[in-house]
């Protein structure tokens, strides 16, 4: 019976298309699976020198998140403000 749904999932894994199949990822060292892909990488952002210092913050339910603030802040250093500038971040603008 095992081996039938061994031959099934690699069948259904074969017709599903590369974009579509999650990589999942286990070792003795990692513990339980990882989902492994662009949505579980930590934002960009965190890697621009001062963004806490540009960007804006707002609020979904519980949450906190950063966002995209329409203006430069006076705080804000230019090197970074143009590195934000081509981040995804960008796309999240803080509400009016």
């Not at 061994?6 to 339980?32: D, I």
């Not at 707002?58 to 995209?68: H, I, L, N, P």
Request: proline share 8%; aromatic share 8%.
């Amino acid at each position: 019976m095992s081996k039938i749904l061994v031959v099934m999932s690699l069948l259904f894994l074969a017709n599903c298309q590369k974009s579509q199949v999650t990589e999942l990822k286990q070792t003795s060292e990692q513990g339980p699976a990882m989902i492994r892909g662009a949505e579980s990488m930590p934002p960009t952002y965190l890697n621009i020198p001062d963004f806490k210092k540009c960007l804006g913050t707002k609020v979904e339910g519980s949450a906190t998140f950063y966002c995209f603030p329409g203006t430069k802040p006076d705080s804000c250093p230019q090197a970074s403000w143009d590195m934000l500038e081509k981040d995804p971040i960008k796309q999240s603008l803080c509400a009016k």
